[in-house]
């Protein structure tokens, strides 16, 4: 019965690997999307935690008379790499090569992209609160022969006023001031600071908005000390000066306000800023941005997309 059962099993037909009739051509990609794995991950500043991964795996089919390629042993690779091994620049390049190599003959190229919530406790603007603050983050690895490359992705979420509005905010303010103090003869600051006080005194606001930056950045693999996650974060943040925030009390209200208020941009203020930053950090060997700003005075939203510009980096496609 065993011997029987053993036959059966070597004599199971194998469709993919059969050399049956088929449209002979080479396929740029193949493979799985939305595989769910826990993995563990470890960034500069955070240190080592786990992580819910949503997990596109890929190889090329370069073997024309292929029928296809083995996708139990993408995920097979994935659980074994990743159920033995935080993920790293290090744990990608065996996962990839080992791709490969059960697809010798078929593949040249591997690919493999984790989506995952990247959650940062963030502190209050002026209480002593905080709270935590999810980013989505995507880590993708390319292999080609040698040749691998490692992509650090977040969103970023941050608040815009518009610089335009601000300015016909004021002249409004102006004109209600003019208005409310035009016949008076003298009038005091302590009249003024308090008329100013009231709804009648700033009588318009600029328009504000949540936005999000896109960065996607090409990182130096060489380093085995983590993914750059919370510092990338940080450095995005602190170009933009206008965060989102987590929990707010009266005081860090009024300073996010007061934030805003003295950081007027439109999507091309903010695009400057964001490649500036980038620019002067030397960890990212290349960079692309899009920042979206989601308007809240019309129903499309104000986009602009830039690159760190470079022979043969990233292209500034939308």
């Known amino acids: 019965m065993k ?32 595989i769910h794995l826990p993995a563990r991950l470890s960034d500069t500043l955070a240190g080592e935690r786990p992580i819910a991964a949503s997990i596109q795996a890929y190889v090329d089919l370069e073997d024309a008379d292929a029928r296809g390629i083995h996708m139990s042993r993408l995920y097979l690779t994935l659980e074994e790499t990743f159920g033995d091994c935080a ?25 493999v992209q984790l989506d995952f919530e990247y959650s940062v406790r963030r502190p209050s603007l002026k209480s002593n609160y905080s709270g935590w603050k999810s980013y989505p983050v995507s880590i993708a ?28 905010a004021r002249q409004l303010i102006q004109d209600a001031f003019r208005e409310q103090f035009g016949d008076v003869g003298t009038i005091s600051a302590e009249q003024v600071a308090e008329w100013l006080g009231t709804e009648q005194g700033v009588c318009a606001t600029p328009h504000s908005q949540r936005s999000v930056a896109q960065v996607r950045v090409l990182l130096d693999h060489a380093e085995e000390q983590g993914f750059p996650i919370t510092a990338l974060i940080d450095l995005i943040e602190g170009a933009l000066k206008t965060p989102v925030q987590t929990a707010v009390k009266r005081e860090d209200e009024q300073e996010f306000a007061r934030l ?24 990212y060997q290349d960079f692309w941005l899009r920042v979206n700003h989601l308007e809240s005075l019309h129903a499309h939203n104000a986009v602009a997309i830039v690159t760190k510009d470079i022979n043969g980096g990233y292209l500034p496609i939308p």
């Open 141 to 168: 690895g390319t292999l080609n022969g040698d040749d691998l490359r490692i992509e650090l992705s977040v969103e970023v979420p941050y608040s815009s006023t518009c610089p335009c509005s601000a300015a016909l």
């Open 260 to 283: 805003n208020g003295q950081n007027l941009m439109f999507c091309e203020d903010a695009a400057r800023r964001l490649k500036q930053a980038l620019n002067g950090d030397e960890l």
């Open 3 to 34: 011997r029987d059962q053993t036959d059966a099993a070597h004599s199971m037909p194998d469709v993919a690997s059969s050399k049956s009739r088929h449209i002979q051509t080479t396929l740029d990609w193949v493979g799985m999307s939305e």
């Open 87 to 111: 993920v790293s620049a290090g744990s990608i390049d065996a996962l990839l090569r080992t791709f490969l190599d059960t697809h010798k003959g078929l593949s040249s190229h591997a690919f």
